[in-house]
C-alpha cells in the first residue's frame, strides 16, 4: 500500500530563516509526487510535480528536490505569506489516485 | 468563471436531509475527483471519474452518491448523513487521471 510521511507536523520560523519539509514515500513505481499548498478554508494550490531521482524545481522562495525514498520542500528566506499548509502526494505505477500526507503546518512570523 | 468552482461554500444539514454538491471546471480537464478533508487527517479521495465514468470508489458509504453528466460537472448527492460526515469536501480536476489535480475552494459540510 502507497504511504506518505510528512515532518514536521508544524514548523514556526521568522521572516527570512530558510528551512526544509520534508515527505517520505513508500509507493509500488512512483508516477509522480506533488507538492500543493493549502490556506485555511480554500482548496490546495498546486505547486510542483516531481517524477524521477535527482529532479528538482523551483517557483520563487520555493524548491523541490527528489530522492528515490524521499521529497524535500526548501524554503529560502520565507516571509509571512509563505505560511499555510504544505502537502506532499505520490501517485504509484497501480491505481488511479494520488495518496496525500497529514501535511505540515508552516507560520513564518515577521 | 475560472478554475475550479464549488456550490455552495457552506452547508448546514439535518441527518434525514437530501441536498447535493455542484463542482464545475472550467479547465478543459478530462478527470474529476472528490475528496473529504477532515481536521488532521490526510485527504481521502471518494470517488475518480474519467471521461464521465467512474474510475475509483473508495469504499465510500451508499449515502454518497457522485453523478457526472459531462466532463465539466460532477455532483455529489447527499442523504441520511450522519454527523461523522462534517468535514471540507473537495473537487478536483486534471488533464488525465495520471497528471496534477487543481482543486476547487471546497465545500465546508456540518451534518447536525
Known amino acids: 500500500e502507497d504511504q506518505v510521511t510528512q515532518s514536521p507536523e508544524a514548523l514556526r520560523l521568522q521572516e527570512g530563516e530558510s528551512s526544509s519539509l520534508n515527505c517520505s514515500y513508500t509507493?509500488?513505481?512512483?508516477?509522480?509526487l506533488f507538492w500543493y499548498r493549502q490556506d485555511p478554508g480554500k482548496g490546495p494550490e498546486f505547486l510542483f510535480t516531481?517524477?524521477?531521482a535527482g529532479e528538482e524545481k523551483e517557483k520563487e522562495r520555493l524548491k523541490a528536490t527528489l530522492t528515490k525514498k524521499e521529497s524535500f520542500l526548501h524554503i529560502t528566506a520565507p516571509k509571512p505569506e509563505d505560511s499555510a499548509t504544505y502537502l506532499c502526494?505520490?501517485?504509484?505505477?497501480?491505481?488511479?489516485?494520488?495518496?496525500f500526507g497529514a501535511g505540515t503546518i508552516l507560520r513564518v512570523k515577521s | 468563471e475560472t478554475g475550479v468552482t464549488q456550490t455552495p461554500r457552506h452547508l448546514v444539514m439535518g441527518m434525514t436531509n437530501k441536498k447535493s454538491l455542484k463542482c464545475e471546471q472550467h479547465l478543459g480537464h478530462n478527470a474529476m475527483y472528490w475528496y473529504k478533508q477532515s481536521a488532521k487527517k490526510p485527504l481521502e479521495l471518494m470517488f475518480v471519474?474519467?471521461?464521465?465514468?467512474?474510475?475509483e470508489n473508495n469504499s465510500v458509504p451508499s449515502r454518497f452518491s457522485p453523478e457526472c453528466p459531462n466532463s465539466s460537472h460532477l455532483f455529489l448527492h447527499l442523504h441520511t448523513l450522519q454527523p461523522e460526515d462534517s468535514a471540507l469536501y473537495l473537487c478536483?480536476?486534471?488533464?488525465?487521471?495520471?497528471?496534477?489535480?487543481?482543486f476547487g475552494p471546497g465545500t465546508r459540510l456540518t451534518v447536525l
Open positions: 502526494a505520490v501517485r504509484g505505477e497501480y491505481g488511479n489516485k494520488l495518496v
Open positions: 471519474y474519467s471521461l464521465e465514468e467512474r474510475v
Open positions: 509507493v509500488s513505481g512512483l508516477r509522480g
Open positions: 478536483a480536476s486534471s488533464q488525465e487521471v495520471v497528471n496534477e489535480q487543481f
Open positions: 516531481l517524477y524521477s
